[in-house]
């Protein structure tokens, strides 16, 4: 069954919209909402759909690395915990091919960026154009996006959970 929820408490106070906001921003700054917002004026509707429809894609690239960081962790940890440091070191040393990987992914969401985002925004000649435009300015973070990724995954596998916050941010 439903039972309906009183919210009045969320909205009776005096806060701002742009405070009101940062409470529920993973970004606890009041700058970066003000920025978002701003954003989200400008750009209409139609950045708002451009920005869904790149970070819908970004999450298919991402999920590569991911996948990697997931699992090599394992490994990595064991060969830690086993004080194994020669296996460990060339876990390590296999790292630089996540930098190959991230260069095939921005040249792949270069040459495909227009059949992705056709996927899904072919119907508005617009949005589509836009949305192209902003996937191929984004995609050049695939050139790091590995290396971050793994990196933090591989320190938070030796326990080392401040260089892997460190290289998270």
Same mark, same amino acid.
């Given at each position: 069954?439903?039972?309906? +929820? !009183?919210?009045?408490?969320?909205? !009776?106070?005096?806060?701002?919209?742009? %405070?009101?906001?940062?409470?529920?921003?993973?970004? +606890? %700054?009041?700058?970066?909402?003000? &920025?978002? #917002?701003? =954003?989200?004026?400008?750009? &209409?509707? %139609? &950045?708002? @759909?451009?920005?869904?429809?790149?970070?819908?894609?970004? /999450?298919? /690239?991402?999920?590569?690395?991911?996948?990697?960081?997931?699992?090599?962790?394992?490994?990595?940890?064991? $060969?830690?915990?086993?004080?194994? $440091?020669?296996?460990? =070191?060339? #876990?390590?040393? +296999?790292?630089?091919?996540?930098?190959?990987?991230?260069?095939?992914?921005?040249?792949?969401?270069?040459? #495909?960026?227009?059949?992705?985002?056709? #996927?899904?925004?072919?119907? !508005? +000649?617009?949005?589509? %154009?836009?949305?192209?435009?902003?996937?191929?300015?984004?995609?050049?973070? /695939?050139?790091?996006?590995?290396?971050?990724?793994?990196?933090?995954? /591989?320190?938070? @596998?030796?326990?080392? &959970?401040?260089?892997?916050?460190?290289?998270?941010?």
């Amino acid at each position: 069954a439903y039972f309906p +929820k !009183d919210s009045t408490a969320e909205f !009776d106070n005096n806060l701002t919209i742009v %405070d009101w906001l940062t409470g529920y921003s993973p970004v +606890k %700054d009041v700058t970066y909402v003000r &920025g978002f #917002l701003g =954003r989200m004026l400008f750009a &209409g509707e %139609d &950045g708002v @759909a451009a920005y869904g429809v790149i970070m819908y894609v970004n /999450f298919i /690239f991402a999920a590569i690395f991911i996948g990697y960081a997931i699992g090599s962790a394992p490994l990595v940890s064991y $060969h830690y915990g086993a004080e194994n $440091h020669t296996e460990l =070191r060339n #876990l390590y040393r +296999k790292s630089p091919l996540i930098g190959i990987v991230g260069i095939v992914m921005f040249a792949l969401s270069e040459l #495909l960026s227009s059949p992705l985002v056709g #996927l899904y925004v072919s119907y !508005d +000649k617009e949005l589509f %154009d836009m949305t192209v435009n902003g996937f191929r300015i984004y995609s050049t973070m /695939f050139l790091i996006l590995g290396f971050n990724i793994w990196g933090s995954s /591989f320190f938070t @596998a030796l326990g080392n &959970g401040v260089v892997s916050a460190l290289i998270s941010f």
